[in-house]
């Protein structure tokens, strides 16, 4: 598993979603709009087209994208790819009830473990100890959070 931490931008996958935003999408739109950059990922197959489609890389990007647009909330900056300076264009970051109950459902799917067609959500399933089966409590936590977030965001 290529992650350094409990976050999905903290893992390979996570910096595909920054690439393909960085290269594809941000050079264009100074303001930012999930549900834009929603619809990009399910161009890029970074999404699936609807819930039914699970991958734990569907999974991710979704988190990913997420803890985007928390951290330009929080901080009304993103903070990477120190190099070019691409990040440092953005201006804003919008988002539609539409684009915020999308992840919301998303990242309540992970939360409940919907299963995939066999059986499992792969991205729950990897962050599980294989001797106990246990969670450590760092993962779940986060997710919360960003269920919270996002039903915070909607209500607003």
Do not use: C
């Not at 197959?45 to 609807?50: E, K, Q, T």
């Amino acid at each position: 598993m290529g992650a350094w931490g409990i976050k999905a931008l903290e893992r390979d996958e996570g910096l595909d979603v920054l690439d393909i935003l960085k290269n594809e999408y941000v050079p264009e739109h100074p303001v930012m709009d999930l549900g834009e950059m929603i619809e990009l990922m399910k161009e890029e197959v970074m999404l699936g087209a609807d819930f039914s489609q699970i991958d734990f890389l569907f999974d991710n990007t979704a988190m990913a994208l997420a803890e985007l647009y928390f951290q330009w909330k929080d901080n009304g900056k993103l903070d990477y790819d120190h190099e070019e300076a691409i990040w440092d264009k953005v201006t804003g970051f919008t988002a539609s009830k539409e684009a915020l109950a999308f992840l919301l459902r998303q990242l309540t799917d992970i939360k409940n473990e919907v299963p995939d067609e066999d059986g499992i959500r792969e991205i729950v399933d990897l962050w599980k100890n294989e001797d106990s089966g246990e969670i450590a409590p760092a993962w779940p936590e986060h997710l919360d959070w960003l269920i919270k977030r996002l039903i915070s965001e909607q209500e607003a």
